[in-house]
């Protein structure tokens, strides 16, 4: 148990990619998936809890119906073949778990549940009861019903907010690479990465370079996405080899992406979403006093993109693009953009009623 021992993570979400689960023929690769179950049962005996992301539904569901390119020549084919294969793909889970004594429960999600904060919390219940009954979650996007406009994309990015809703100390995404290579691991020379502690441009360059192998739908950019999502809420990320048996239990070479500490959970979740309704952009004093923990005023924005109303969630740039923070709007677009790099006495005037302090107040803001 050398990822993520049950002594110092009592709670584990493990993402499985469809390569791994599923042969190039369309079947389940049983044997390998029974190593899987015995790992997880292992771990339950030892205190753990573990919840499963589980990719797969769409190559089974394709096989079933016998359709062409694994199920993905049209949006139409996908969504068939994932209502097909998500009960295939439920009922492999159950009875291999069962195999092992564990009851598995199946949750399907999109993005909008993880993103609209009411369902974010009814979704992090369930995970919460489930697992403390003993029972092994196994979650996979609902792709049956979701189109381009809200999907994750990826199972990378769904597994490290399932750790952020459960409360997980770690996530371990298994693959068919062992972890991060400063470049493409097949060039000469190309060094592997066995641990980050912060994830900067220097990190986020190697992917870029190729250092992914082409596997499943994310590749190495969307994992680690995933890792700043999942260290943002204070659980550490291990990329590792799915291609060797027991891959939970044996030694070998990965890589972790560690978290320095946990945030409050309504800033590891505003942080940790994929998803923005519109962006304010702010000039440099504005970001200076952000990063001190100020709340953005109007003075400090420069211009406002997109159509959003109170409430949603809105990216904060700085002049150069760049990403600073992501928070609630407290005003609608409209407004917003009559009042930016308006000083907060004039605010009552342009408006005809009496301001909000903020067009995002620090409470309802989480730096990135």
Request: hydrophobic letters at 45%; one cysteine or more; glycine letters at 12%.
């Amino acid at each position: 148990m050398h990822l993520f021992p049950p002594a110092t993570c009592p709670r584990l979400i493990v993402k499985i990619g469809s390569a791994l689960l599923v042969e190039s023929a369309g079947g389940v690769r049983r044997a390998w998936l029974a190593g899987i179950a015995a790992d997880i049962a292992e771990r339950t005996r030892a205190g753990q809890q573990v919840a499963v992301v589980s990719s797969g539904a769409i190559a089974l569901g394709a096989r079933r119906l016998g359709l062409a390119k694994g199920g993905r020549a049209s949006l139409e084919d996908a969504q068939a073949a994932a209502a097909v294969g998500q009960i295939a793909l439920s009922q492999v889970w159950a009875e291999t778990l069962g195999d092992e004594g564990l009851t598995a429960a199946q949750i399907l999600v999109t993005l909008d549940d993880l993103e609209d904060r009411r369902r974010y919390l009814n979704a992090a219940a369930t995970l919460d009861r489930l697992l403390s009954l003993g029972v092994v979650p196994v979650l996979n996007e609902n792709d049956s019903v979701a189109t381009a406009e809200i999907r994750f994309g990826d199972n990378d990015r769904l597994a490290a907010r399932v750790a952020q809703a459960a409360g997980a100390q770690g996530v371990v995404l298994l693959s068919d690479i062992d972890g991060l290579y400063d470049r493409n691991p097949a060039l000469p020379g190309a060094e592997h990465i066995a641990r980050v502690e912060r994830i900067d441009d220097r990190i986020e360059g190697m992917a870029d370079r190729g250092s992914a192998s082409g596997m499943g739908s994310g590749g190495m950019v969307s994992k680690i996405a995933a890792a700043r999502i999942a260290n943002g809420a204070g659980a550490h990320l291990a990329i590792a080899s799915g291609r060797i048996e027991r891959p939970l239990s044996v030694e070998a070479r990965h890589t972790v992406f560690v978290a320095e500490k946990s945030a409050p959970a309504r800033k590891a979740w505003l942080a940790g979403g994929l998803t923005a309704r519109g962006t304010i952009h702010v000039d440099a004093g504005a970001a200076t006093a952000l990063r001190s923990g100020a709340s953005l005023l109007a003075a400090g924005a420069t211009r406002v993109e997109g159509h959003f109303r109170r409430g949603d969630l809105v990216a904060i740039c700085e002049a150069d693009g760049r990403a600073l923070a992501r928070g609630l709007a407290e005003y609608d677009a409209e407004e917003a953009g009559l009042i930016t790099g308006r000083r907060s006495g004039e605010l009552a005037e342009i408006l005809g009623y009496a301001p909000r302090a903020a067009l995002v107040h620090r409470n309802y803001m989480a730096l990135l």
